[in-house]
């Protein structure tokens, strides 16, 4: 019986049930990020002067920047055991495309950093006296957006910043630029939703958010085969 | 709002910092071609 | 004659190290040569005539003649970057030694250039425009700018391997080239949605003929100066693969 080598979506799914199993197991990461985007949901509380600036425009911008930072965190672990004991070098000589390994860890990291946001989302409308309802609807739709280009530029990079001296400041660097579209985006059009506006006025941020979506998941799986040896 | 009267300390900083900026670099182009050669 | 160990790669291809020569004499004149002479002579002659045989504004002052060292800055700004871009995206394509080793020098060149627009920008504006900063597209792209290429750079400094340093900084040059429509499209947006203080821009009178020319002459000597300062240090580069450190 002669087995196929997976395909390209195949050897994704593959490759992301191995990091999550692998996740599962101890979920330290998980919790360490949870802790740390609530914390910085509460610091931010506290910095606030809730006379300035109202909760529905505070509170997204909020929100996206301290996922952003607790992402990094998550993202950097994402590759961090893969460089122990060069355990990707097991990946590489699998039959499977480069990119799988991309997509596969990319598959993975969108679900860990979705379940952080299932938790981060209603604690945001919790800290900040949000309505519920209309505060999940509007964060979390725009969060998946923003979740998805997170998780594809943050990848790539960890990949790449793994293998340098000064991997814990070299990913914040690389991946802050990329990360500007995103939250600025995603918080404009969660600050549109959440304030109950026409959902035509947040189209035009959302319409860039997808396109750098789209864009960014194309140039980061065609280049991640660049950042491995031959 | 209009410009102000005397603008040139502006200028005189905008020129040094610039020529500073370039000497600067230049400086240490030739400064690490001589370390190379050590 | 003593043996060296010579360091290899663990893949055998462009970046094989010579071995180490002996002092190279004159070196430095290596890096230097007459004709970045002629390029700092030009540089020297385009400030002689802004400074003394150009006249003063009548309406914004002496602080109007920033903007011939500022406009030309950001113009050798968008050279180097252009010249870091492409040489990035020739290395991934051909793994060419040379094209990543003058990727390296241009995106050096570049950051000089980029510090030098954001630091004179504001010199300008403040007297101008009566503020320091304003987020205004363009301003914010070239800050932005100025980050990427720092993180190039970090980067660059951060891989010890010749060749993944080559792979991984191609990459983020050629990911941030396509960056740059993002930033400025969002930038933009947020500007026409987000109406910030206005500030009073006297209207750009149309340059008189003396300005117009001196402007050009400072263009011409900036951009010629910005490649000839990619040139050395793209041989500054090759000493350095010379003297064995890869």
Not at chain 1, 63 to 85: C, I, K, P, Y
Not at chain 1, 91 to 116: H, T, W
Not at chain 3, 126 to 142: Q, V
Not at chain 3, 204 to 210: I, K, Q, V
Request: with cysteine; proline share 6%.
């Amino acid at each position: 019986m002669l087995a196929r080598a997976p395909g390209l979506t195949a050897a994704a799914w593959i490759v992301a049930k191995k990091d999550l199993a692998i996740e599962l197991r101890t979920k330290s990461a998980f919790l360490s990020v949870i802790v740390f985007t609530l914390l910085g949901l509460v610091i931010f509380f506290f910095a606030w002067d809730s006379t300035a600036v109202s909760a529905l425009d505070l509170a997204p911008g909020v929100l996206w920047v301290t996922f952003t930072f607790a992402g990094l965190l998550g993202l950097h672990r994402s590759f961090g055991a893969e460089m122990q004991d060069r355990a990707i070098d097991g990946l590489l000589v699998a039959p499977i495309d480069r990119e799988s390994i991309y997509l596969g860890k990319a598959i993975a990291n969108a679900i860990f950093v979705s379940a952080v946001l299932v938790i981060a989302v209603p604690a945001v409308a919790l800290f900040y006296n949000l309505p519920l309802g209309r505060a999940v609807l509007a964060l979390g739709s725009v969060a998946v957006l923003a979740a998805i280009g997170l998780v594809a530029i943050g990848t790539l990079f960890s990949a790449m910043a793994v293998n340098t001296r000064m991997a814990e400041l070299l990913l914040p660097m690389l991946s802050l630029p990329f990360f500007v579209p995103i939250v600025l985006t995603s918080a404009q059009a969660s600050t549109q939703l959440l304030a109950g506006r026409p959902f035509a006025e947040a189209l035009p941020w959302l319409k860039i958010l997808v396109a750098f979506d789209i864009v960014f998941v194309v140039a980061c799986t065609v280049a991640f085969p660049h950042t491995l040896e031959e | 709002m209009s410009v102000p009267a005397d603008t040139r300390g502006y200028y005189h900083a905008a020129y040094v910092v610039a020529i500073v900026l370039y000497t600067g670099y230049v400086v240490s182009l030739w400064w690490r071609a001589r370390r190379l050669n050590q | 004659m003593t043996s060296t160990a010579v360091p290899t790669p663990p893949t055998g291809n462009s970046f094989r190290v010579p071995p180490p020569s002996p002092r190279l004499p004159g070196a430095p004149f290596l890096v230097f040569d007459w004709l970045f002479a002629l390029a700092v002579v030009g540089v020297i002659g385009a400030i002689v005539r802004i400074i003394f045989f150009t006249p003063i504004e009548a309406t914004q002052g002496a602080a109007q003649k920033i903007y011939y060292v500022h406009v030309p800055a950001a113009l050798s700004a968008y050279l180097a970057l252009i010249v870091c871009a492409v040489m990035s995206m020739i290395y991934l394509w051909l793994r060419e030694v040379r094209a990543d080793r003058m990727a390296e020098s241009a995106g050096e060149v570049a950051l000089l250039f980029t510090t030098a627009v954001l630091i004179t920008g504001p010199l300008w504006g403040k007297p101008i425009w009566g503020t320091w900063w304003t987020w205004d597209a363009r301003l914010t792209l070239t800050l932005f700018l100025w980050f990427v290429t720092a993180a190039y750079l970090v980067l660059r400094g951060a891989v010890d391997d010749p060749i993944m340093r080559a792979r991984y900084s191609a990459v983020l040059a050629v990911l941030a080239a396509l960056l740059i429509p993002f930033i400025h499209l969002s930038v933009y947006l947020f500007r026409t949605l987000h109406p910030m203080p206005i500030v009073l821009k006297p209207s750009e009178p149309s340059l008189p003929r003396e300005m117009l020319i001196t402007f050009s002459v400072s263009s011409i000597a900036f951009l010629f100066f910005c490649a000839m300062l990619m040139r050395s240090r793209y041989r500054l580069a090759l000493l350095r693969e010379r003297a064995g450190i890869v």
